[in-house]
């Protein structure tokens, strides 16, 4: 069962309070890929510049990412640079450069099309509609969106993710896509919008999973030392994506028990929590599915009563 | 198994975006009375004016509550006043009137000396201590604190807190007591001060319970609508002490299972989320043990996986 998933590949220029990096390999459809990467094989559509070096490329392959569909053109792969506050809860941006990614265009290889599972990246919704219409027999799709796609192509947002399986997006975004503080309102709101799964992730404070009849919430890990937050909503998609398509479930048409939505739940969360251990993608030099199993069973003894 | 509970007993000017009240009895004294009194019989030490409201005392006189310590002085009862922004996450105190309250010296009425469990609300942390010193057998004794008393009589604090058995305080106040931002590690430090179990409440985010081998973790109840926060805090305190004392646990010993310390948890925060649904103490006019133990049995729903 190979996912697919699409999204940005970046260069990082990254600053916290424990240290910086200048140029670390980042991008939504990375942390996806590696983080699915411990339940399924990946199979990834993005692009980057001629700097992108073979050993990130080498990085990806080793954790059995498919990259036939990791266009390389001409130019720079996109860069961003940010630095957070001393509490970590803030993050200023400093600098965004789309450079090869501000002409995107996902076009997805032969071998991708009849694919089982979609995960469709934070990029302009129409490109994501544009990606779904070229998978043939999906067994389901959602995505990630942002505040930005809300406020500026908001028709096409709704358009787009009318026909996904389910929707995950962080706590802030939710509001301000419904407008309605109260999540659990909110929450309902958008299950009106199409999706039939709603993920609202809520960083250090853990995750919460809504369908129309259920509501599963789970605190988030507590972790000894965050270093670097970046990337861990992604890796939480890439865990709760790669252990749904891992275990084969068909969400299109609702064949699943929802405690193994839960338990998607959970693995996201700990991939999430992995993620904030080191800086940028660090941290999947050394992380085993075994270290990953461990982490969820102490989630089971954190929150059992 | 009875539970003597000292605090404050007030009157309360609340606002928040859903309405308001001039004159609301409140006080933490209390909150943690009636929450705790759906699973014990608590036994209040506090001060009143000849203010205080016949119908008021006939409240907590119906909910089992011993009025023997509640002390009538001539004056009047403490007054506080708030407002809260619209989101409901900030507070901001219009005015504060000592009254009687400036110069309660709490005293246990002989009835009292003799009870299983203390519970000490936030007041001077001398206060504390010396009703500590009238119990003579207590089973478990721990308390609140703020951030008013870890500025100006920090040193009293830490004697105080030296032999409790557990200390329920929240997260901004946890990180100030032991000047760490990281929570865990925070927790860690709070332990070498005294208590053996730490309670960090965490307002609509939950709450977490640490001991020196075992951590607790639940999200918080999501309220459909949230009416007033005002009390939660010690709503949650009432129904962790209540539910312990319930069960006869003698934590002093350090005899008990931790899951019913976990349990003790979700109680608390059982009785945090239905303080919110009303106005002040208004939900307790209605409220029953069986919607109490139903909305456990939903959290439990809510967090298995």
């Known amino acids: ?55 990130d490329r080498a990085l990806l392959e080793s954790k059995g990412v498919d990259l036939e569909g990791l266009e390389r053109l001409p130019g720079k792969t996109f860069f961003w640079s940010g630095v957070y506050s001393d509490d970590m809860n803030e993050r200023t941006t400093l600098r965004t450069d789309l ?13 991708y099309v009849h694919q089982d599972y979609l ?45 996904w399986d389910f929707l995950l997006i962080n706590d802030s975004e939710a509001r301000m896509l419904v407008h309605e503080h109260n999540l659990r309102r909110a929450a309902q709101k958008i299950l009106d919008l199409g999706p039939h799964t709603l993920v609202i992730k809520r960083g250090e404070y853990g995750a919460m999973l809504f369908r129309r009849d259920t509501l599963f919430m789970v605190p988030g890990y507590l ?37 193994e939505l839960h338990r998607a739940v959970i693995y996201g969360s700990v991939l999430g929590s992995f993620c904030c251990e080191q800086f940028g993608v660090e941290r999947f030099h050394t992380l085993t599915r075994k270290e990953i199993d461990q982490r969820f069973d102490e989630f089971r003894r954190f929150t059992t009563f």
């Not at 996806?32 to 980057?48: E, Q, R």
């Open 1 to 55: 069962m190979s996912l697919v998933v699409v999204g940005s590949v970046a260069y990082d220029a990254i600053e916290t309070p424990n240290g910086k990096r200048d140029r670390a390999l980042g991008g939504s459809c990375t942390y996806i890929a590696l983080s699915a990467s411990y339940f399924t094989k990946p199979c990834i559509v993005a692009v980057v510049g001629e700097d992108f070096a073979p050993e």
């Open 99 to 111: 450079n090869v990614f501000a002409d995107f265009r996902p076009k997805l290889p032969p071998s």
């Open 119 to 163: 995960f469709l990246g934070n990029i302009q919704p129409t490109l994501q509609s544009e990606v779904r219409e070229q998978m043939r027999e999906v067994r389901f799709v959602g995505g990630d969106t942002m505040n930005y796609w809300m406020l500026h192509t908001r028709d096409d947002l709704l358009a787009t993710i009318r026909n």
């Open 223 to 259: 972790l000894e030392d965050v270093f670097d937050p970046t990337g861990a909503g992604d890796c939480f998609a890439g865990g709760f994506v790669g252990y749904l398509a891992e275990r084969g479930f068909d969400l299109r048409n609702n064949h699943i028990d929802v405690h």
